[in-house]
């Protein structure tokens, strides 16, 4: 079986679905590739895209929500979004693409490769079977008007909303968002210190800003820092932010215990290592901090799908959603004074997030592609 997983450079969560997928589809024996579709037409159209989105997140966050909401709005009232005919521009290229390279099934964890593709089947363009992957805990605006031939939904709960959306139950599947298996391992937490040159003898925050590094980690920091720095130590995650990273290194040099890191492909491990994450509520952070089993502290969110992220987590006592920064830290601490609460929420976790989801997606992706051999 030969799957095709196209995504798009809009936040690191896409990227990080499809690479799951990939990685579950070739421990099994099948082939994958993984791209964002976008660098088809061009890779200047593809850092533009991903440019104007990071921008507008860190910059200008309420405009990107009011945004959001605007979508909402258009979706509901007309049948074919501006979203959609602006992918539609895609068509050309990836019909040739696929053209030259045969695949069995192709998936999709961004709609925006999902609206090419729907184009391209009302055009008439003979297409493997078409599977979606939503990353976010809540139907975004405008997957209702594509056409794929499953949607894998994050829970059971989201599947009455997405059928409201237009979307057919039949196509819906509960499977979760698709993590590495890596954050499913267990691990000795002293043995990971070790290797990640951490304190063994300390309790340990760690405060990640996504791919992006976006949310005020440096005032998260400092603050935090004043109440715990006699007992803990501070690991800051800034993801691509290199401006961040560069003022965070220069305002705490003089601080062994506070521990500034760039892009990591361990982030898995930081997980293992320390006792309290605070981050944004981005569905794949949030989804593999739950596959790992660690006390989560949601941090103020990108207004628009993190804000419904936040929500469906704290509800059900998988996280703590504290509005002010205050807030965040005084109850972060508490959290990690209650070994009962972290248990409680450790068990939320295990309830409501399946670690297997990529390898039931797999499972999936084998029934329909056999089924039309």
């Known amino acids: 079986m030969k799957v095709l997983i196209l995504s798009c450079k809009t936040g690191g969560g896409h990227d990080a679905a499809g690479m799951a997928v990939k990685e ?34 860190k910059k200008a966050p309420l405009v990107f929500g009011l945004v959001y909401k605007l979508g909402m709005a258009v979706s509901r ?45 009302r055009q008439g363009v003979d297409l493997p079977p078409l599977v979606a992957v939503m990353t976010d805990y809540t139907c975004i605006p405008f997957w209702e008007e594509t056409r794929c031939d ?55 925050f760690l405060l990640a800003g996504g791919s992006m590094g976006a949310g005020d980690l440096e005032k998260l920091c400092r603050q935090m820092w004043e109440k715990v720095q006699e007992y803990a130590s501070i690991v800051v995650i800034c993801g691509g ?8 290194k220069k305002e705490f040099a003089g601080e062994d215990q506070i521990f500034i890191i760039g892009q990591t492909k361990q982030m898995d491990l930081y997980m293992k290592a320390c006792d309290i994450l605070y981050t944004k509520p981005g569905g794949l952070t949030s989804t593999e901090a739950a596959v790992s089993g660690i006390p989560i502290v949601h941090t103020e969110p990108i207004p628009g799908c993190e804000t419904a992220n936040r929500k469906f987590f704290a509800r059900r006592g998988m996280s703590l959603a504290p509005r002010t920064l205050d807030q965040q830290i005084r109850q972060g601490i508490e959290l990690l004074e209650s070994p009962e609460k972290q248990r409680e929420m450790a068990e939320a976790q295990r309830r409501n997030i399946p670690a297997d989801s990529a390898v039931q997606i797999v499972k999936l992706l084998e029934q329909i592609c056999f089924q039309t051999k």
């Open 77 to 121: 009232i007309t049948r074919k979004s501006p979203v959609y005919y602006v992918n539609a521009k895609m068509g050309k290229y990836l019909q040739a693409y696929l053209g030259e390279e045969k695949f069995d099934a192709i998936v999709m964890p961004h709609l925006y490769p999902a609206e090419t593709l729907t184009y391209m089947k």
């Open 241 to 248: 932010n290199k401006k961040i990273f560069l003022k965070m």
């Open 150 to 204: 499953y949607y894998i939904t994050p829970h059971k709960d989201l599947v009455s909303p997405c059928v409201k959306r237009g979307i057919p139950e039949e196509k819906l599947m509960p499977y979760g968002i698709p993590v590495s298996r890596r954050f499913g391992k267990k691990a000795e937490k002293d043995k990971v210190r070790s290797y990640l040159g951490l304190p063994k003898d300390r309790k340990i």
């Open 24 to 57: 579950e589809l070739e421990a099994e024996g099948h082939e994958a590739v993984l791209f964002d579709y976008l660098v088809l037409a061009g890779q200047k159209v593809s850092q533009t895209v991903g440019d104007v989105y990071v921008n507008t997140v």
